[in-house]
């Protein structure tokens, strides 16, 4: 409520937000969990919560008018089409050279994503995270993220034989014959609902193309893993449709935390205003870059260090398809949760998901999400004069990923006798290099803050997600976000409370 005083705001509840909504609340603290996007608990007029990707409608989007579907061309036609504007639970954040993907809502990212729960190799981590003690890490942290997180994999016998994963098994035997590593990736899915799907006997998720626009059934979201267990403590509060806008000392100590109560066209409907004796930034890589950037630049918090805004990556991802030929079909049944990858990372600086195409008709496609040793960073930075914060990311930059991936599929192109799709970003364009689902950085660890994310000019302010990792995973973020907001709040709890 407006005016209330509360020990812990935390702004964002996605995995940084959520792990430390757990974890403080467990140590006996009263948690305030500020969330802009919605509670995603309530089924539309059609018994269903989210939509899927062949029906998006007004839950798909955030406060757009007309989809960005991240493939946008089919066949070479535009497959966009009007929404009504709505406060939906996929952003296609645009910023001059790249449209960033994120999730809105309670549970963040893990509304929307793939559910792919990869920890990185051991012998990558000192490019990861260069300040963190890796021992502690594999022995501790990642292990305590995979069980928070419900993390599991496929069984391989069912695997062999579904039809849902035709395609994964053609991706397996085209990069095997040109001699490239094939790895199973675990996922949060429940791989056991999945195979009920595939038996007929239980409501169809990942096999009914949900997956961009969120998971119905059978995805672990962090709505039912941290997030439950978090407010089962009864200590944490959850505001959903509340958007934080300022925060700043105040006079009677602790922070002053300005925030918008939105309504789902987007409008603000009440500010309010709370002071906290602590707050947590965990609006991920781009909500909390551009909040301290606005936060430094107007003089809420001018003594942030230099740091912010700095070191962000797209952690090199680059898209691709395929065209195969006619006695290789991927599968019009396809379901819509990757299962496995190309690990090309030492050789060529790549690491390729084999993705679904969950169209419902064959394609004779492959398609794949690369994730790429991309040396390039960007910075944010407020722009006074327009009132919001810029990235300064170039379209162009995405060359090396381009390059990395080609190490892979030129190679496998040639060995099939194949070509690469032109028709799915566009007319004639082959790499979809206009976007990312993996914003990281902007708040980095020892950089921005200190090495377990305290934002140090400012006692009880922390950053404790997606932007303290400094642009690159060398696979899917999430377990190594979700796994450093555990080393971290430990330490935090342990000594500042
Ligand atoms: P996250 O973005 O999850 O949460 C931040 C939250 O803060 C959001 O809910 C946001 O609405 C809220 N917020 C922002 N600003 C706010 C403000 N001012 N006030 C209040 N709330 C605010 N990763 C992976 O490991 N495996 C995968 O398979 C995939 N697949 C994938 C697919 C797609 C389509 C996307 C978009 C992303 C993925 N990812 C992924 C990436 C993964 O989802 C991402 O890295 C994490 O969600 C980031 O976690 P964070 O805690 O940093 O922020």
Sequence with gaps: PDGARVPVLIVGSGYGGSVAALRLAQAGVD?????????????????????????PD???????????????????????????????????????????????GVGGGSLVNGGMAVTPRRENFPAILPSV???????????????????????????????????????????????????????????????????????????????LYGNNHGKKSLQKTYLARAKATGRVAVSPLHRVTTVAPASGGGYRVVIEQLDTTGAVTATKSVTADRVFFAAGSVGTSKLLVKLKATGALPNLNGEIGKGWGDNGNVMCGRANHLWDPTGSLQSAIPCCGIDNWAAGGAFAEVAPLPTGIETFASFYLSITNNPNRAQFTWNAAAGKAELSWQTAWKQPSIDMAKSIFDKINSKEGTIYRTDLFGVYKVWGDHLTYHPLGGAVLNKATDNYGRLTAYPGLYVIDGALIPGNTSVNPFVTITALAERNIEKIIATDL
């Design 133 to 211: 003690n890796a021992g502690e890490m594999y022995d501790v942290y990642y292990p305590r993220a995979n069980a928070g997180l419900g993390v599991g994999t496929i069984d391989p016998a069912w695997f062999e034989g579904t039809d849902c994963y035709q395609y994964a098994r053609v991706g397996r035997k085209h990069a095997q014959r040109s001699g490239f590593p094939f790895v199973f990736v675990p996922d949060v899915y429940d791989w056991d609902y999945m195979e009920q799907e595939a038996a007929g006997t239980v409501t169809k998720s990942a096999l009914a193309g949900e997956i």
């Design 31 to 55: 948690v305030h969990l500020v969330e802009m996007g919605m509670a995603w608990d309530t089924p539309g007029s059609d018994g269903k919560i989210f939509c899927n990707t062949r029906e």
């Design 58 to 104: 007004y839950r798909s989007y955030w406060l757009r008018t007309r989809t960005k579907a991240p493939l946008n061309y089919f066949l070479g036609f535009p497959i966009d089409r009007d929404i009504p504007r709505h406060t939906g639970v996929l952003d296609a954040e645009e910023f001059a050279g790249i449209t960033v993907y994120q999730g809105r």
